[in-house]
């Protein structure tokens, strides 16, 4: 392989979320909890980032946007950002739409935060899948409105649409917004054609707002295909899709992302609520362009990497932890699993996991919505080394418990 995933990379010093800032988010405390491991004895498997390396192609194109020596207030005006962006989607999932509709956020949970404050009143409410990602939820708390949640159906450790709740909760006239997760984070589901249409005549027939999260749509496993939303609802304005490059690139501390608003009146009060007014870190245009123009090739041996770290767990847990339901997902770096059979007495994976393993994970209904008891995730985005030593601490974990 040309690049190098098992290299292990020391993060301690660079004001790092998933070093630094897990105490806060996994657990709501500061430095006064101790733990019985060190903090930089922890196995760090939680938070949504790479334990890899930048691509080299994205870390040149940083240094050479630096060496044009000056740094001032940013937009986007290179066309060629557009035209990278708009080629990416076009060879990747034979998707085009109008450049025009191209708006720009620091960030997916941002633009949540700012939808769901333009497009859905007090009185209203937003609907999405559980378990769903814990800002979906936040995004509404946050504009003081109501999110009310269709739990997926769970089959042998997969995930099935719930289609009768699904329109049920949709047909709720106070229901104005859809919050869809394309592919699903966190069970890895890539949504067929036929269920993203089935989704698509529930929005249509409810005169929904649909805002689909593809943030991980470039993350799946080698030789499936993701299908956007906007493929399925060619022509139904009120459909949004928020993408980036920072979840496939790891370049989520640069804050940029690609925000896809049909509705010509929706997108023009996005901008003029922008609380950036426009503007973006010049390093991470640079960056972003970059990888959509330069990046397919280290793609292509991350994902190599990662579905086979996947089959690493997945004999692991066949082996060492049977009653564990787990199947290697079609989407993400996460290895999404049930512990409800292996251990049922605990109600707090986290911080059991913390405490026993020295692994810090998510899961459970706290940080996943709902609909997420008794389940555990596993970012394996890092080198198989690191995976196979957070593996055996939980299951000693488990076997000393079980003790």
């Given at each position: ?48 980032d ?63 935060y ?25 995004a ?18 997969r ?55 593809e943030?991980h ?40 992302s ?30 972003h ?26 004999n ?84 000393k418990?079980?003790?």
């Open positions: 392989m040309k690049y190098d995933f098992d290299e292990i990379i020391d993060r301690k010093g660079t004001n790092s979320e998933n070093v630094e800032g897990w105490r806060p988010y996994i657990f709501k405390c500061g430095p006064e909890k101790v733990f019985p491991y060190a903090d930089d004895e922890f196995v760090r498997m939680w938070v949504a790479m334990e890899f390396a930048v691509a080299p192609e994205i870390r040149q194109a940083i240094i050479d946007r630096v060496n044009r020596r000056i740094l001032g207030y940013t937009m986007v005006y290179d066309r060629g950002y557009y035209d990278a962006l708009l080629k990416w989607c076009k060879d990747r999932y034979d998707w085009s739409f109008d450049e025009e509709q191209i708006v720009f956020s620091p960030g997916v949970i941002p633009a949540l700012q939808l769901v404050e333009d497009l859905v009143g007090k009185n209203e409410k937003v609907l999405t899948m559980t378990p769903a990602y814990g800002f979906f939820l936040h509404c708390e946050y504009n003081g409105v109501e999110l009310i949640t269709s739990p997926l159906k769970r089959e042998n450790g995930f099935e649409i719930d289609f009768d709740d699904l329109e049920k909760k949709a047909s709720e006239p106070e229901v104005k917004m859809l919050m869809l997760c394309n592919p699903h984070n966190p069970s890895g589901r890539i949504w067929t054609e036929e269920e993203l249409r089935k989704i698509a005549d529930i929005v249509r027939k409810n005169n929904l707002w649909v805002v689909s999260d943030i749509c470039d993350l799946i496993r080698t030789g499936l295909k993701h299908i956007p939303f906007g493929k399925v609802m060619e022509d139904y304005d009120k459909l949004i899709t928020t993408m980036s490059a920072s979840k496939t690139f790891n370049l989520a501390g640069l804050m940029f690609n925000i896809i608003i049909r509705d010509a009146a929706e997108r023009q009060r996005f901008q003029d609520r922008d609380k950036n007014i426009g503007a973006a870190n010049p390093l991470s245009i640079a960056a362009k970059a990888a959509y123009e330069h990046g397919g090739s280290w793609l292509e041996e991350l994902k190599a990497y990662i579905d086979g770290s996947f089959d690493m767990v997945k692991f847990l066949s082996e060492n932890l049977p009653e564990a339901v787990f199947e290697i997902p079609q989407a993400t770096y996460f290895a999404w699993v049930d512990m409800s059979k292996v251990l049922p007495d605990v109600e707090d994976m986290p911080i059991f996991f913390a405490n026993n393993a020295g692994v810090l994970l998510e899961g459970g209904d706290e940080l996943f919505v709902g609909n997420a008891k008794g389940c555990i995730r596993l970012n394996l985005a890092m080198p198989r080394s690191v995976i196979k030593t957070g593996l055996e601490r939980i299951a000693e974990a488990v076997r418990h079980k003790a």
